[in-house]
């Protein structure tokens, strides 16, 4: 596996943990902060993909 396949492994995990949690989420129960936490991974995440996407792209 190369350093990229394992990176995308890596992110593909966390956008299934990430799932997990939306799906697991009461909307009574739920906090801004929760949110704002969960919109920050999906930025790292995304910033992640593309940071890959242009290796990739410069090989």
Excluded: F, G, S
Aim: hydrophobic letters at 35%; a negative charge.
């Amino acid at each position: 596996m190369t350093d990229n396949e394992t990176k995308l492994t890596a992110l593909y995990q966390q956008m299934e943990a990430l799932a997990k949690k939306l799906d697991e989420l009461n909307p009574e129960e739920t906090k801004v902060e929760d949110i704002d936490n969960m919109i920050a991974l999906l930025e790292d995440v995304e910033a992640k993909c593309e940071y890959i996407r242009l290796a990739e792209n410069n090989r």
